[in-house]
């Protein structure tokens, strides 16, 4: 394990030189502070609309970091050829492909985890107005109640420390699709496959729908497609749990940190499973 650790942090190294990655990190941040700008809204409406859009900004730059950094991993280094000098010596093949992906992981871990604080930092300022200082005007000429503003951020903390953890599960599924699709895919047609795959297991429900069609109309090839998709891609539609996060006050009959969990753990072993297959692949692999 050691081996894998030393190439996964020289591959975390080699991934946040890259220009690219700090340019999807600089933007997501820059649209997470204009929210600010959103004065013209109640403090509740603000902080709703704030956190559902910053969550989608996470998913979504998440999602390209993911991939730009998954489709380079492995043919970088055969370009460069340093893949042979790596291979010469003592570590295993598993070992070398488990440690690209464990660098892509953290990676995008580091870069979820930047925006996540950005998007806290943002959160703790706006929690300094009470959400029902817009019905009364009278308490905005009252000084901040230091104690309810910290309970205030810290249960906002709570619930987007909850979706960030989710949806990096859900981007760890992408890295591993990604890292091993690499070893069949140029990084280009690797990219949009995956990007593919994410968006259509983003919409499982539809893919379903289409699946059970009973039209006569509808082609046998196309409800079997359909059916395919359905069982073997991952449901990314059950990692969105931004109404739990955004409407926390409306209570539903789920253990939101239970569900989290569940739907986390879901992510890491289909993502395994993703791995043990490139592992498979890349040991019979001639490079």
């Known amino acids: 394990m050691r081996n894998v650790w030393v190439i996964a942090r020289n591959t975390f190294g080699d991934a946040m030189r890259k220009r690219v990655l700090l340019i999807f990190l ?6 997470m502070i204009l929210a600010l700008l959103l004065n013209y809204f109640t403090a509740r409406e603000q902080t709703t609309i704030f ?5 989608v900004i996470i998913l979504i730059f998440g999602a390209l970091i993911a991939i730009t ?3 380079f991993l492995i043919p970088n280094e055969i370009e460069r050829r340093t893949i042979y000098s790596v291979l010469s010596k003592p570590i295993q093949r598993w ?20 925006m996540t604080a950005a998007l806290m930092l943002v959160l703790f300022v706006l929690a300094a107005k009470p959400a029902q200082a817009a019905l009364d005007p009278s308490m905005g000429t009252q000084g901040v109640n230091v104690q309810e503003w910290m309970q205030r951020a810290m249960t906002d903390w709570g619930l987007v420390l909850r979706g960030a953890i989710v949806i990096y599960f859900q981007l760890v599924i992408v890295t591993a699709i990604a890292t091993t699709l690499s070893l069949f895919l140029t990084p280009t047609v690797n990219f949009s496959v995956t990007a593919f795959l994410w968006i259509v297991g983003s919409l499982q429900w539809l893919v379903n729908a289409l699946a059970d069609r009973k039209d006569e109309q509808a082609f046998s090839i196309v409800r079997l497609l359909a059916k395919g998709f359905y069982y073997l891609l991952p449901h990314f539609q059950d990692f969105n749990i931004m109404g739990s996060i955004i409407h926390s006050e409306v209570e539903m009959n789920v253990n939101h940190i239970l ?3 569940q739907v986390s753990l879901y992510g890491l072993v289909y993502a395994l499973l993703w791995l043990m297959m490139g592992i498979i692949v890349f040991d019979r ?3």
């Open 69 to 71: 950094t998954a489709v």
């Open 285 to 287: 692999k001639e490079v």
């Open 26 to 31: 600089l933007i997501a941040v820059v649209m």
């Open 95 to 114: 070992e070398f492909f488990a440690g690209k992906f464990a660098g892509g992981a953290i990676t995008v871990g580091v870069m979820v985890g930047l």
């Open 259 to 261: 569900y989290a969990t």
């Open 51 to 55: 956190k559902s859009t910053q969550l």
